[in-house]
């Protein structure tokens, strides 16, 4: 039998497909790396910027919160070193459990000359709101009209210029005249101190409106009342509320003073008496609570003020 000769083609190999395949797996990788990368690169900066606003936040609330928390933290060590060194001054701890026990029952009522701390702080805010309330419904009215009439501002001018600076205790006298009784004498000083910045603050704004609104006014040939509520009102609005905010801390400050001498309830009569059982401790609190309270109408005047800023633009 022939051998015949036979030329058998060799099969091919795979290794030729594995060097490609290997090739496609490490371009793969490397568009992986490379996308990794890319997103590496556009998350740190991020991260850094989070970061950034997380210190700047930190930090503005450091500066914002530290400096009050330092002062307070320094009045009280004061108020305990000049405690430890004089007898009659109670220790901020002293007053810390006298205040718990004030505050336990605020509104309790054992008859006309034992209440609570909390109906004496309402009733004095109820005679400022009566006497700065008719403050307001006088001063601001002439104050528009001191401010659009230039005779009457010289008429009236010298009278306020005389009363403004007597002190509001001197009033006092005048309204236990008038009215025979302390309740309404102490409205009637808490009046007579809050009406003058309102008057003042209110003229003020009137002859500061600038004169092209008038010019305006005039061609239109507006009336008085379309003047008055469509241009000098939001023009003057942000100097009544400046009048508004010293009148209410003025009145809040004379009315602890009145209440001491007229008696009764209210917060300065609480003071006097509990100066008069010699509780210093309970006199330290209402001075913190006259404080704050003042504090709180004063923010609250001031985001009304705020409210209605855009009137100075």
């Given at each position: 039998m022939t051998t015949a000769s036979m030329s058998i083609s060799p099969v091919p190999d795979a290794s030729p497909e594995k060097p490609a395949a290997a090739g496609r797996e490490k371009a793969a990788e490397s568009?992986?790396?490379?996308?990794?990368?890319?997103?590496?690169?556009?998350?740190?900066?991020?991260?850094?910027a989070g970061r950034g606003k997380f210190r700047e936040g930190f930090s503005v609330f450091v500066r914002a919160v530290l400096p009050p928390l330092i002062g307070i933290a320094l009045l009280?060590?004061?108020?305990?070193?000049?405690?430890?060194?004089?007898?009659g001054i109670p220790s901020p701890y002293k007053t810390w459990q006298a205040a718990v026990v004030i505050f336990s029952d605020p509104f309790y009522s054992n008859g006309p000359n034992d209440q609570g701390i909390g109906w004496n702080i309402l009733s004095s805010l109820?005679?400022?709101?009566?006497?700065?309330?008719?403050?307001?419904?006088?001063?601001?009215?002439?104050?528009?009209?001191?401010?659009?009439?230039?005779?009457?501002?010289?008429?009236i001018d010298p009278i306020i210029s005389l009363l403004r600076p007597v002190s509001p205790l001197a009033w006092l006298p005048?309204?236990?005249?008038?009215f025979k009784r302390a309740d309404p004498a102490a409205t009637w000083t808490i009046f007579i101190c809050s009406i003058w910045p309102m008057i003042i603050n209110t003229a003020v704004?009137?002859?500061r409106v600038p004169q092209d609104y008038m010019n305006v006014a005039r061609v239109l040939n507006l009336s008085e009342m379309k003047i008055l509520t469509k241009i000098l009102f939001p023009a003057v609005l942000p100097y009544m509320l400046t009048g508004i905010r010293l009148s209410i801390g003025t009145a809040w400050l004379v009315i602890v003073a009145a209440e001491m001498l007229t008696g009764g309830v209210g917060i300065g009569f609480w003071v006097w008496d509990e100066w008069n059982?010699?509780?210093?401790?309970?006199?330290?609190i209402a001075i913190f609570v006259i404080g704050i309270v003042g504090l709180l109408l004063e923010l609250f005047l001031l985001q009304i003020a705020k409210r209605f800023s855009y009137a100075s633009s």
């Open positions: 568009v992986i790396a490379t996308v990794a990368a890319n997103d590496a690169s556009v998350a740190a900066p991020a991260k850094v009280i060590g004061i108020w305990a070193i000049v405690a430890m060194k004089t007898t109820k005679r400022v709101a009566i006497g700065f309330g008719f403050a307001a419904a006088v001063g601001i009215p002439l104050g528009f009209a001191l401010g659009r009439s230039k005779f009457l501002n010289s008429m005048i309204g236990l005249l008038v704004g009137v002859q059982n010699l509780k210093v401790e309970h006199i330290i």
